[in-house]
């Protein structure tokens, strides 16, 4: 890929730009391992802002789709996929999660950020209710190391892709 290509492939995994440039700066990657092993080391020297940065690239769980594929284009496909099972959702859960992630926001100041690959809705959501009483600090690093999980995921389908 060229450098402009590999920004936007980079951007679509992880939405910081501090990550995406030590990314860049760190190619060509050798191998998966490698490419992997990068993301992780530049992801550790990111700060407070680079990572609620990251989470400004994912749609709210539970949020309506429509909107999100307009506001969310360039991952939308993959943030819907990684989201599926929340159609699959009660109402019941829905508004539960909704109202959970208004509450979640509230107390913390950013968006409720976990891997949902392989989750269904009532888990996020029992995740999301586990997680409402943690210390700023603590939460804040744990989205960040779930912002981590989604990351390497992602990059596991660009190379699929490419």
């Not at 099972?85 to 992630?101: F, K, M, P, Q, W």
């Amino acid at each position: 890929m060229g450098e402009a290509e590999a920004s936007a492939a980079l951007t679509r995994c992880c939405g910081a730009s501090r990550w995406v440039q030590g990314m860049l700066e760190r190619r060509p990657f050798g191998s998966a391992e490698a490419l992997h092993r990068a993301a992780d080391e530049v992801w550790a020297t990111m700060e407070r802002a680079d990572v609620l940065e990251a989470f400004d690239h994912h749609p709210r769980i539970g949020a309506d789709l429509g909107a999100l594929r307009e506001k969310f284009a360039s991952t939308a496909d993959w943030s819907g996929g990684e989201q599926a099972s929340v159609a699959e959702a009660s109402e019941a859960t829905l508004h539960a999660l909704r109202d959970g992630n208004v509450a979640y926001e509230a107390r913390f100041g950013h968006i409720f950020i976990v891997c949902a690959t392989g989750k269904t809705a009532a888990q996020m959501l029992a995740l999301l209710e586990a997680r409402l009483p943690n210390e700023p600090a603590d939460e804040l690093r744990i989205a960040a190391a779930e912002q981590a999980k989604i990351t390497h995921l992602r990059l596991d389908k660009i190379q699929d892709a490419t």
